[in-house]
């Protein structure tokens, strides 16, 4: 058994000017988005997800990152990622967290962008045109805050009650023109702070 797809959605957005100046570097973000009937719905409380994903998530992941590498101009570009799930009204927030936090599903993303860091996420609830935010950090460092960035996209039709969107996001940078230092640096900062 397979997932059912409905729709898959690609977003894509490119900053050039942030705070009224032009970056050095555009960033491009993208989102990729695979609308899926909920496998675990009509069958009243499932005690036991792990079939469906034992059965699909790799399947799913590894195709969804082709395409999101693809939609980006190749895994090497990728700084930031993350990944998202928002279920239907008639299912459960489990029923969403199901599909994206296997090794299954991310183990795909994190080898193909050769990442140390983990998947930032969210997952919730919504209705069709729900904002999806997916939030992203660097690939390598979780505590680089120039990279915590967040994609922000909406399918009008999607989640159906009976649906589940599984959202992969990426960037080929942070945010434009990054002021507040990363953590090691408060780090050092309260350390010399205590040492006076």
Same mark, same amino acid.
């Given at each position: 058994? *397979?997932?059912?797809?409905?729709?898959?959605? *690609?977003?894509?957005?490119?900053?050039?000017?942030?705070?009224?100046?032009?970056?050095?570097?555009?960033?491009?973000?993208?989102?990729?988005?695979?609308?899926?009937?909920?496998?675990?719905?009509?069958?009243?409380?499932?005690?036991?997800?792990?079939?469906?994903?034992?059965?699909?998530?790799?399947? =799913?992941?590894?195709?969804?990152?082709?395409?999101?590498?693809?939609?980006?101009?190749?895994?090497?570009?990728?700084?930031?990622?993350?990944?998202?799930?928002?279920?239907?009204?008639?299912?459960?927030?489990?029923h969403a967290s199901a599909v994206i936090h296997t090794l299954r599903f991310g183990n795909h993303y994190r080898?193909?962008?050769?990442?140390?860091?983990?998947?930032?996420?969210?997952?919730?609830?919504?209705?069709?045109?729900?904002?999806?935010?997916?939030?992203?950090?660097?690939?390598?460092?979780?505590?680089?805050? *120039?990279?915590?960035?967040?994609?922000?996209?909406?399918?009008?039709?999607?989640?159906?009650a009976d649906e589940i969107v599984v959202v992969l996001g990426c960037a080929d940078g942070?945010?434009?023109?990054?002021?507040?230092?990363?953590?090691?640096?408060? =780090?050092?900062?309260?350390?010399?702070?205590?040492?006076?």
């Open positions: 058994m *397979s997932f059912e797809i409905r729709k898959i959605v *690609s977003y894509a957005e490119q900053t050039l000017i942030e705070g009224g100046k032009a970056t050095d570097k555009p960033v491009t973000m993208i989102g990729l988005a695979v609308v899926m009937k909920n496998p675990w719905l009509g069958r009243g409380f499932v005690e036991d997800l792990k079939p469906e994903i034992r059965a699909n998530c790799s399947d =799913l992941g590894a195709m969804m990152v082709e395409r999101l590498v693809a939609a980006i101009g190749g895994a090497e570009r990728i700084e930031a990622y993350g990944k998202a799930a928002v279920v239907g009204a008639d299912g459960e927030i489990e080898e193909a962008v050769q990442a140390k860091s983990y998947l930032s996420f969210t997952n919730k609830r919504g209705g069709p045109g729900t904002s999806i935010q997916i939030p992203m950090m660097h690939k390598d460092d979780e505590g680089l805050r *120039s990279h915590y960035i967040t994609l922000e996209m909406r399918i009008e039709d999607a989640p159906r942070g945010r434009v023109h990054p002021r507040i230092g990363n953590r090691y640096i408060d =780090l050092e900062e309260l350390a010399a702070e205590k040492a006076r």
